[in-house]
């Protein structure tokens, strides 16, 4: 009974997670600002947040876990910095539909660069799932007519290479601190964009709406995703993320009206069919296991 009530528990966090995620391109559609200024302020409220999860943490070892990321950790903080930039620029191109549909394909790309760096070696059913979640970004990428739809998607996958390049790198130096090594990528982000926004700041409607997305879409989600993740497999707890990718387009639409398109539709449905049929696997084993112990 514990056990189980512990997987409720991890699954509630888990969905939580996934919902504060899908709210990124909402709160970017709220905001009537130049993307310097929101990718500026929203990163500063992003790093003191996360600055909170780490104290949280780590408590009085706080200073040792900084001091321990090492020149893996260097290196992860201006990727984490040009991933956190990306998903806000791209949102702010292309429909947040088109963005998600991309992001969604992380688990082929992060397999690819794992094979690339240390030839951890995919399974055929990753290779079929790509090639299927590849046809999909295609179409999404082809249907494509104006510049700004073309760069958002460009920049999507950028995004994307990059939040794929932290996950294999977590695997790869599984003792980095992620909460310390974002918190920092995101005062690089902030430092990097003050002085390209214009002067002055925002009026007190727009802090609020910057604070929340810093917090929410970051600090909140990492956290609740970081709890929960340790009560489910990890095969489930991507199902549960793929929420993300689902929500992400329906709340711009029922607050917006933006519409996803046929080609999202068709596109990001290859997409999510590879995704799950990919996942589903982990989750079947790991079912499988929790009724033989």
Avoid at 128 to 148: K, P
Avoid at 151 to 168: C, D, E, H, P
Avoid at 179 to 193: G, K, M
Avoid at 260 to 270: H, I
Wanted: aromatic share 12%.
């Amino acid at each position: 009974m514990a056990h189980q009530n512990a997987r409720v528990y991890g699954v509630a966090l888990v969905t939580t997670a996934a919902v504060l995620w899908s709210t990124g391109g909402f709160f970017v559609r709220l905001l009537d600002l130049d993307v310097w200024t929101m990718l500026a302020w929203r990163s500063v409220f992003a790093a003191l947040s996360l600055v909170v999860v780490v104290l949280i943490q780590h408590g009085r070892n706080t200073m040792r876990a900084v001091g321990a990321i090492g020149w893996p950790g260097l290196v992860a903080i201006p990727i984490a910095a040009t991933s956190m930039g990306s998903y806000v620029v791209a949102l702010k191109l292309t429909t947040v539909a088109n963005v998600m549909i991309v992001y969604a394909t992380v688990p082929f790309v992060a397999a690819g660069i794992a094979f690339a760096w240390f030839r951890e070696s995919s399974k055929p059913r990753v290779l079929l799932a790509s090639a299927v979640a590849l046809a999909g970004i295609v179409i999404v990428a082809g249907s494509a007519t104006h510049l700004h739809d073309i760069a958002g998607n460009a920049i999507a996958f950028l995004m994307t290479l990059t939040f794929a390049v932290q996950l294999v790198m977590a695997r790869r130096y599984p003792w980095l601190e992620m909460a310390v090594i974002n918190a920092f990528a995101a005062a690089l982000c902030a430092v990097a964009c003050w002085p390209l926004m214009p002067a002055g700041i925002p009026d007190p409607y727009h802090l609020l709406i910057l604070a929340l997305f810093g917090m929410t879409t970051t600090a909140f989600a990492y956290l609740l995703f970081l709890m929960g993740g340790r009560h489910i497999p990890s095969g489930e707890a991507g199902l549960i993320g793929l929420l993300d990718v689902v929500l992400g387009p329906f709340w711009v639409w029922l607050a917006f009206g933006e519409q996803p398109g046929q080609a999202a539709f068709a596109g990001g449905g290859l997409v999510l069919m590879a995704v799950f049929w990919y996942l589903s696997r982990e989750l079947r084993d790991g079912a499988a296991k929790l009724l033989i112990s």
